[in-house]
């Protein structure tokens, strides 16, 4: 990369409080929204990443969307032509700004690893909010109450992640001991209520039958956000069928060539770092195949926020 393209260590050094926080509070703020069924409006996560945009600098917070842009134009490039066709398409507000959506929370994850000294920190201090709440959600599943997460499916996906994440960024052997406790625990308790349902994962050939039906434009491009849901009454429960009514071809497309582009840093980088996020972001992407990512603020913005993050990693690795 020339010096011009290079992710400074300037902006890293002033942005690092602000943007190794940004995982921890945004999963609390996704999961108000889902508790408070705000179900289409997943978009205030957009005045979310400004938030912490302008707690960072407006003039860090400008070069590292520069930066951004420049590493991974193809990012803004779909946020921008789905937003312009679902708009021309009259579809409803949700539909576009969904898009909008999916990249501030991916350039808010790349600003958690390019904007922060050690993306390893953030991802500590992510790990001690879902222990806690996963410790609380022990008594709330005893007592037959609703899951902090609101869906048993993505609570069994948060913990495989959450286990995940034990061994990649927690060195204390006591709180690993506690962590894999908690985890072993609330999973049995959770398989029992349901959590994790495998067939959820076949759900797609019922999007795919139903996406069958519309017009070319339908097919390259999606139907809208919300849609698979609306129009089947809820036949989908699995982020691929979701991605492949609401928002395409194009979408799926993406989706597997990111998975692929994972598993090959996986194998072949030499960076521990980059083999840590690409390992956690393909687990991600594993477990969304059983619960709808799409459709709840709290699992999608974890597989978003953590695809950001996987990006900025291997842009900094470019730039070393």
């Known amino acids: 990369m020339s010096g011009d393209n290079v992710i400074s260590s300037s902006v890293a050094d002033k942005g690092i409080k602000t943007w190794n926080d940004y995982l921890c509070y945004g999963i609390l703020f996704a999961m108000l929204l889902s508790i408070l069924k705000a179900g289409s409006y997943g978009y205030y996560q957009i005045l979310f990443v400004i938030m912490f945009m302008a707690f960072t600098g407006i003039k860090n917070s400008y070069r590292l969307l520069l930066t951004f842009i420049k590493c991974n134009p193809i990012v803004l490039g779909m946020a921008v032509v789905y937003a312009a066709y679902n708009f021309v398409s009259s579809r409803d507000v949700p539909s576009c700004l969904f898009p909008l959506t999916v990249f501030c929370v991916i350039f808010a994850g790349f600003c958690v690893s390019t904007g922060g000294r050690d993306v390893s920190i953030a991802h500590r201090k992510l790990w001690m909010v879902l222990f806690s709440i996963s410790f609380i959600n022990i008594f709330a599943v005893l007592e037959g109450r609703s899951l902090y997460f609101a869906n048993a499916d993505i609570e069994m996906g948060i913990l495989v992640v959450m286990a995940v994440m034990t061994f990649l960024f927690i060195d204390d052997g006591k709180i690993i001991l506690a962590g894999e406790a908690v985890i072993i625990f609330l999973g049995v308790l959770l398989l ?56 395409g071809l194009v979408a799926v497309i993406l989706f597997c060539v990111l998975f692929i582009y994972a598993l090959y840093v996986l194998i072949t980088d030499k960076d521990k770092e980059n083999k840590k996020q690409s390992f956690l972001l393909m687990v991600l992407m594993i477990m969304s195949l059983f619960y709808s990512a799409v459709y709840w603020e709290n699992g999608a913005f974890l597989l978003f926020a953590e695809i950001g993050v996987f990006l900025g990693v291997r842009a900094r690795s470019k730039d070393k």
């Open 192 to 247: 029992r209520r349901g959590g994790l349902d495998f067939s959820n994962a076949f759900l797609v050939k019922d999007a795919a039958q139903e996406f069958s039906h519309g017009g070319i434009m339908e097919k390259i491009l999606g139907h809208g956000f919300l849609q698979l849901m609306k129009n089947t009454n809820g036949i989908s429960n699995n982020t691929m069928g979701e991605l492949l009514y609401d928002y």
